[in-house]
């Protein structure tokens, strides 16, 4: 609230709005519904325990109680939870239905977990989580907050993932590939679809997290000693269907902005074909970085276009320490040295200092190029 102070006054000094219009918009803001932290954190954390205290009570006669009356209380509980959440949808209290669904996500996993232990399932962990994350996902995606989608976000990614590599064991690791298109494809479907606020923000973040394992897994095995026939023809067809998708969806999507969809095609192609190179040598290692850096410019470029100004710094920061490193394999030994040392030093600090300095031209001149 101080800083929206700040800038309303400055609005008001240079003349883009009046006193009126400058109370007007304080005023709005400080009676509008508020997104306590705090509050949730406490009802998070209440609704954690007392799921605890449940369980504890009903594992100390676990024994003694019939397979039917378990399932039906679990039953029962869960539809209560779920009217209870149904009923404050939409309420001027936005953080009770989240933790309502919370509540219901909970509860939804352990009714999984009860049902495995009395018909004796069996199954790997990863096959439950999968599940859950789906049945739960319908409900998660009409959520308030980013707390909540980023755990079903979280599980359905990584359960997939597992699920993947459970399949191609000869090659497992390499699903690791696969990380930023499967995170891409949900967070430009999140945007597609229309999803809650809450939900979008969730898919951006393992966004970010899916395109650093991506860049990461690209470098490591394009260096590496790993020839591309070692990774399976199987994989390549879900990374490529993957891509088709993401395409598909991304020029369907009017929101976008024909350069939006250029740039989106572009990161896409580049990743794709980067993903089977393989050169292992020093000259691969640069070969490798740079284009890690022409990805993350074109990534950035989007974000600027967008002027989702907290992302476009964030990539420039990506791109600050993915060429700080460059400068320490181009120096190799030296930089171990008292004079790589020093240079190293003396470009961190060069670069905190020009991105602090110069980092809102940089990103108004990046909106400018890409409108």
Same mark, same amino acid.
Do not use: D, R, W
């Given at each position: 609230m101080a800083n929206l102070n700040k800038q309303v006054r400055e609005w008001a000094e240079k003349g883009l709005i009046n006193e009126d219009q400058s109370a007007k918009i304080l005023s709005y803001e400080a009676n509008k519904p508020k997104a306590s932290w705090f509050m949730y954190g406490m009802l998070t954390l209440g609704v954690t325990v007392v799921g605890m205290g449940v369980i504890s009570l009903i594992a100390a006669n676990w024994h003694q109680i019939p397979d039917g009356i378990k399932l039906g209380g679990a039953f029962l509980l869960l539809m209560l939870i779920g009217a209870f959440a149904y009923k404050n949808h939409g309420s001027e209290k936005p953080i009770i239905y989240d933790v309502g669904i #919370? /509540? #219901?996500q909970l509860m939804a #996993? @352990?009714?999984i977990g009860l049902i495995a232990q009395v018909y004796h399932t069996g199954g790997e962990p990863? !096959? @439950?989580i999968l599940f859950w994350s789906l049945i739960t996902f319908p409900a998660v995606i009409t959520t308030n907050f980013m707390f909540v989608p980023f755990i &079903? /976000?979280?599980g359905l990614l990584g359960s997939v993932m597992f699920f993947l590599a459970d399949m191609m064991t000869r090659t497992s690791e390499h699903i690791l590939l696969l990380a930023p298109l499967m995170a891409a494809f949900l967070a430009i479907s999140a945007r597609f679809l229309r999803t809650s606020e809450g939900f979008l923000? /969730? &898919? !951006? %973040?393992w966004l970010f997290v899916g395109v650093c394992i991506g860049l990461t897994a %690209?470098?490591?095995f394009g260096v590496s000693r790993y020839k591309p026939t070692a990774? $399976? $023809? $199987?994989l390549f067809q879900v990374f490529y269907l993957l891509s088709i998708l993401i395409l598909a969806i991304t020029w369907a999507n009017k929101n976008y902005s024909n350069l939006q969809k250029i740039l989106l095609t572009a990161i896409i192609c580049i990743y794709g074909l980067v993903s089977q190179l393989n050169v292992p040598s020093a000259k691969g290692e640069i070969l490798f970085a740079c284009i890690t850096l022409t990805q993350l410019a074109l990534i950035g470029a989007f974000f600027a276009s967008e002027k989702a100004r907290r992302r476009f710094n964030f990539v420039l920061i990506l791109m600050g320490l993915r060429f700080f490193a460059l400068f320490i394999q181009a120096l190799q030994g030296l930089a171990m040295t008292g004079l790589g040392l020093i240079l190293s030093g003396a470009i961190l600090i060069g670069l905190a200092t020009v991105w !602090?300095?110069?980092r809102n031209k940089i990103a108004q001149w990046a909106e400018r190029i890409t409108q």
């Open positions: #919370l /509540a #219901l #996993l @352990a009714t990863y !096959q @439950a &079903c /976000a979280g923000k /969730a &898919c !951006q %973040v %690209v470098e490591f990774i $399976s $023809s $199987s !602090q300095k110069h």
